[in-house]
């Protein structure tokens, strides 16, 4: 009993440790975007709270000056990074230009998405809070007129009544109708514009949405222009107003705070002057939507490059095949294409996953007939809904990419383990399909880039010949695993493996690749079909020599057994 639970503490602090390995340099990025919002919502709101130019504006408005401000700084921040994940291009010279983004550690750049997501969680928290404080200050600005109002509270609100006065109170009456002076502010349009826009962005996003209407995610994003408009202009308004440097010298607060009564009289204490605070949002965000606008540009200068269509083949399974070409295409096995077919749509684009090889003359896809954007491309490339149109009558096409995937950091281990689940296997095609190159061009076993798994160190070079010259022989270098429940998903990409095993085969080069593939669901009819050609040599699904199995992977045993085949590698 106490081997059998000493085994799962150590299997725990195993996964623990590989868990803290590969996402660590997640889990710091982080935790280091929740430390500088925090660390810019205390200090504002410190500042806010003890400054000495906003101590009248915290007498009629309390501590929700120090709230509104502190969000906003935190809006701004999150705001100057909400687009830098979503720059592509940025991502891909990262990629492939930094050294300190080499090897396994590239592959958290392919997080960029999840960045973003958390970045708009942090726009849409200090969002609210800064529209609940300063409705509470709009509130507090109107009371402060009101009859009730008395000593410093009603001096300073009747300032800027007579000439050569600057007014602290925005709200110039008791009967002043609240929401109608906010709609007639610059401060309280863009506060509107922005408000709706955000709701508009965020609702649109979620996955409900996405799955029911892909479009209306894509055009209701673009609302982020609006946004960042409305955002870099919001503060022209200076609404929220302090004492001004001048009158503070001639001002003193600490004494003239007891003797506003003698404000108009005493020349020690004369009459404080207010003014807003110059904008700063367009600081913080003009860098990046630059960046973006660059992204945007580089976008548009590859739709106008021209893309052959090669060939076309409709699969039965509701798979479309794609084969281009376009000048100067270059990839890498996993990456991603953004398309466009402006006879469908001029401002939509798409990604999909490149399933050609690097080593081919021509890049594909495979499109699964899925939404509206899907059926429609599927319907431009048929003539009557089965064939395909000629050539000539083919819709145009444009292709924006390719763009990094985490497959692209497969051949820097030299044992990978590649799992996909249903279409998600298409980044695995070109992979599988470069894997058999790479074995043709070498006849060391698929060498490592830079020969040494990039450390380049010598010692380790001839640890690695070693390893392809010997252990390889009899252990595979790729694990593939497809866990997929409907049987025609099997289709095309059975055909590639055929032609894999096929040509591994007769090359006696089987070691290379171990395939494994799952079918999770299953009716009464293909159970006896299966039952009866079960001893047959091929497959009766897939046509291949490697059985299908069926239910789900025991992964436990899968690692155990992989962890036994390459006893050097296991740690």
Not at 319 to 346: D, T, W
Not at 422 to 437: D, E, M, R
Request: charge should be positive.
């Amino acid at each position: 009993m106490k081997e059998r639970i000493c085994q799962q503490q150590e299997r725990k602090t195993v996964m623990m440790g590989c868990w803290m390995l590969n996402e660590s340099v997640s889990v710091i990025l982080a935790l280091s975007w929740l430390g500088v919002n925090l660390y810019l919502f205390i200090d504002t709101f410190r500042w806010y709270g003890e400054e000495e130019s906003f101590f009248y504006t915290r007498v009629i408005l309390g501590s929700t000056l120090a709230w509104a401000r502190a969000s906003a700084v935190c809006l701004n921040f999150n705001c100057m990074l909400i687009l830098l994940p979503i720059s592509r291009n940025l991502i891909s010279f990262i990629r492939g230009a930094s050294i300190c983004c080499r090897g396994p550690w590239r592959r958290h750049l392919d997080k960029n998405l999840k960045f973003h997501k958390l970045v708009a969680y942090g726009i849409a928290i200090n969002a609210t809070i800064h529209i609940a404080a300063h409705l509470c200050n709009l509130e507090r600005y109107h009371l402060s007129q009101s009859a009730e109002a008395e000593g410093l509270l009603a001096a300073l609100s009747k300032l800027g009544d007579t000439p050569n006065e600057s007014y602290i109170n925005p709200i110039r009456t008791s009967h002043t109708n609240t929401t109608t002076e906010l709609l007639s502010t610059i401060a309280g349009i863009t506060g509107l514009l922005i408000s709706v826009a955000l709701i508009l962005i965020m609702t649109s996003s979620t996955e409900f949405i996405r799955q029911i209407s892909y479009e209306l995610f894509w055009y209701t994003h673009h609302v982020f222009i609006i946004f960042f408009i409305s955002l870099s202009i919001h503060g022209a308004g200076r609404i929220v107003r302090g004492q001004t440097p001048e009158s503070l010298l001639l001002h003193n607060v600490t004494f003239c705070r007891d003797h506003y009564a003698e404000w108009q009289a005493a020349a020690q204490c004369p009459v404080p002057q207010f003014s807003g605070k110059e904008p700063s949002a367009w600081k913080w965000v003009l860098g990046p939507v630059v960046l973006y606008a660059c992204e945007r540009v580089i976008r548009f200068w590859r739709f106008q490059q021209e893309v052959v269509i090669t060939k076309v083949v409709s699969h039965p399974s509701g798979v479309l095949e794609l084969h281009m070409k376009k000048r100067n295409f270059k990839m890498a096995p996993g990456q991603y294409v953004l398309l466009q077919c402006p006879s469908i749509s001029s401002l939509e684009w798409h990604p999909f996953t490149l399933t050609s090889a690097p080593q081919e003359d021509f890049f594909s896809v495979h499109i699964r007939t899925a939404g509206d954007w899907t059926r429609a491309l599927r319907k431009a490339f048929e003539e009557d809904g089965q064939t395909i149109k000629e050539p000539r009558s083919l819709p145009r096409l444009a292709v924006d990419g390719p763009f990094g995937a985490a497959l692209t950091d497969v051949f820097h281990y030299p044992v990978s383990v590649c799992i996909a689940a249903g279409i998600g296997v298409t980044p695995f095609a070109a992979l599988l399909k470069s894997i058999w190159y790479k074995c043709c061009e070498s006849q060391t076993q698929l060498k490592l880039s830079k020969a040494d798994w990039w450390r380049g160190e010598r010692k380790n070079t001839d640890y690695w010949r070693r390893y392809f010259l010997v252990e390889t022989k009899t252990s595979p270098l790729v694990y593939f695993y497809w866990i997929c429940r409907d049987p025609s998903a099997f289709e095309w990409f059975a055909d590639l493996l055929l032609s894999l095993e096929t040509r591994m085969s007769e090359q006696g080069k089987t070691h290379l690749l171990s395939y494994h593939i799952f079918l999770t669901s299953w009716d009464e009819n293909q159970a006896i079909h299966i039952a009866l050609h079960w001893d047959e040599n091929t497959d009766v699904i897939t046509g291949l020599k490697q059985k299908t199995f069926y239910g789900r992977p025991n992964w436990n045993n899968e690692f155990r057994q992989i962890a036994y085949n390459h006893p050097s590698q296991a740690r």
